[in-house]
């Protein structure tokens, strides 16, 4: 017999079971498919990226003997699409088998679920990433029903024995938010470290993309700073380790413009190694907790299980609820969101300062921190009600780690409440005064952060209370919006009247902000 076996870009798991040993039957086909670089229109650091360390993957693995088909998009380009290229390989290379990793995306789990290969056996295998099983799922979640991540996230610190001590959580508590989450003060500035960044020479792909017309979004630059191999990703890791776990829970949901900071602050940048499966979660976990038990006397727990609680925890999570809810989560639009996604989100050209940072940051980096994420582009998106598709196809679009798996539920679920519920128990709308206490970005910014009427306004304000009131009846009786409900009932009738007009101009003017 004779058998392929497809590996996908974001399956460049070396430790994968599959390459144990070397089977001389074995065929390993990795392609540049224009399907993948063109399902959506993605950031061109996103498509070096993974073509990229497509390309490495293959090298290494052919260098510890195996069989590898390497096609690029020169070879690829006839065929309309992955089942054609099976087709055509299958049937070309004398093949009997034909095997692959299950999917993380639906609509590749639904294309090779659904493959035909004429004469030859199909079968399918775990990509042996995760730490919660596939088919585990199911009892964790329940379609269509909210799931509160906390209580996930304690149950998969028991199961796999993660800072735990006698079947309690270490320390005593599962959560140190309280202690975490702190703005920057001037002086912490200065000590953010500069990110470790790689010079990954990817021009030629720069020049296949352009010569194959794939149509990218923001900066291209010939020598990528990301990840593009196993070691690179210990390295990023051993750096974060090193670095930045000291202060990354402390910091986690601070925001600046200072040149003086870096972009990354006191994050780990290793979402495109994960996500493209060269380093896995429990690795990642293993090795920071076991940085810091050798620093216990430098870096506190706090810090340690706030990065912990953004793997095991919100990792997992949301793959959870993106695959006991897909085919449906994809179309969810409950706060019936119509408003196009404004031009800016393109271009970063807007006089808000906090929108233009953090688009423009997205746009040269292929990167935005999880808070600029969620409280900027994603609150600001909610406030004005863009529609749920364009905004899951931006955010799809513009990351280095954007795969729907983790990017939609974060998206259509956590900012825009399009699941009506199933991963947030509230909205996370907030105005212009989380943005000032959390950031310096309305320091130097156009508009004023502490009016809501004036000209000057900061938009962020009477979007937010227009916002609560045209969703009112929907959240009147949530019981963590009690408050602000409270305060919307405590204006007079002129002045709601006064904030609700400032809005409907700005919303009719959106594209001038
Ligand atoms: P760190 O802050 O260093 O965190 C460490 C790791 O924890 C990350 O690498 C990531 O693997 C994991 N993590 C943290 N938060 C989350 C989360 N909410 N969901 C899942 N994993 C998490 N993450 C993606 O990997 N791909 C996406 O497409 C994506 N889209 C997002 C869209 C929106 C609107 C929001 C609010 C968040 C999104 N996230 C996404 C989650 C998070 O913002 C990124 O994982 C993180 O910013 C990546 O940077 P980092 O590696 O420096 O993360
Ligand atoms: Fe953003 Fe408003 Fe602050 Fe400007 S004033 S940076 S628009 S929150």
Request: aromatic share 12%.
């Amino acid at each position: 017999t004779s058998t392929l076996r497809l590996i996908l870009g974001d399956q460049l798991n070396a430790s994968h079971s599959w390459f144990k040993q070397v089977d001389p039957n074995v065929v390993y086909l990795i392609a540049e498919l224009g399907q993948e670089a063109s399902y959506v229109t993605h950031h061109v650091q996103k498509v070096c990226a993974f073509f990229a360390s497509m390309a490495q993957f293959a090298q290494a693995l052919a260098k510890s003997g195996h069989q590898v088909l390497y096609l690029t998009l020169d070879e690829t380009q006839h065929y309309a699409d992955l089942p054609a290229l099976l087709e055509h390989i299958t049937a070309t290379h004398q093949l009997t088998h034909f095997q692959y990793q299950h999917a993380d995306e639906y609509r590749l789990a639904q294309q090779l679920g659904s493959l035909l290969l004429p004469g030859i056996a199909i079968n399918s295998t775990d990509s042996e990433h995760f730490l919660l099983p596939f088919s585990d799922i199911q009892t964790e979640f329940t379609p269509k029903k909210h799931a509160k991540m906390e209580f996930f996230y304690r149950r998969m610190r028991k199961r796999f024995n993660v800072l735990m001590q006698d079947g309690e959580p270490l320390g005593g508590q599962w959560n140190f938010d309280q202690q975490n989450r702190a703005s920057f003060k001037k002086n912490d500035l200065g000590d953010i470290p500069a990110p470790l960044m790689f010079a990954n020479d990817v021009s030629d792909i720069l020049a296949r993309l352009k010569r194959h017309n794939i149509n990218t979004i923001g900066k291209a630059e010939s020598q990528l700073l990301w990840p593009l191999n196993r070691r690179q990703s210990r390295e990023l890791l051993d750096f974060f380790c090193q670095h930045l776990l000291i202060r990354f829970g402390h910091f986690q949901d601070a925001m600046t413009e200072n040149s003086r900071a870096d972009w990354s602050l006191y994050h780990s940048r290793l979402s495109f190694a994960l996500n493209s499966k060269m380093i896995s979660p429990s690795e990642v976990i293993n090795k920071v907790i076991a940085h810091w038990q050798a620093h216990q006397d430098d870096i506190s727990l706090a810090q340690v299980e706030g990065f912990v609680r953004q793997i095991l925890g919100w990792r997992e999570y949301v793959r959870g609820i993106y695959w006991i809810n897909m085919p449906d989560y994809a179309t969810q639009n409950a706060l019936q969101a119509q408003r196009p996604l404004p031009e800016y989100f393109w271009t970063a050209n807007t006089k808000m300062n906090c929108m233009h940072h953090t688009i423009k940051q997205s746009l040269d980096y292929a990167y935005a921190h999880h808070i600029q994420r969620l409280m900027v582009t994603g609150c600001f998106s909610l406030l004005a009600g863009i529609n749920p598709d364009d905004v899951d196809q931006w955010y799809l679009g513009i990351y280095i780690d954007a795969i729907e798996w983790v990017e939609m539920p974060n998206t259509r679920g956590m900012t825009q409440f399009a699941d009506g519920g199933i991963v947030a128990t509230k909205p996370y709308a907030a105005s212009g005064n989380y943005l000032n206490k959390m950031s310096d970005y309305c320091k130097s910014c156009h508009y004023n952060v502490k009016l809501k009427t004036e000209d000057n306004a900061c938009p962020f304000n009477s979007l937010y209370w227009h916002f609560i009131q045209r969703h009112q009846e929907k959240f009147q009786h949530n019981p963590r919006m009690t408050m602000v409900y409270k305060n919307w009932q405590k204006m007079d009738a002129h002045t709601q009247q006064a904030i609700i007009n400032k809005a409907d101009n700005l919303l009719e003017n959106i594209e001038s902000l």
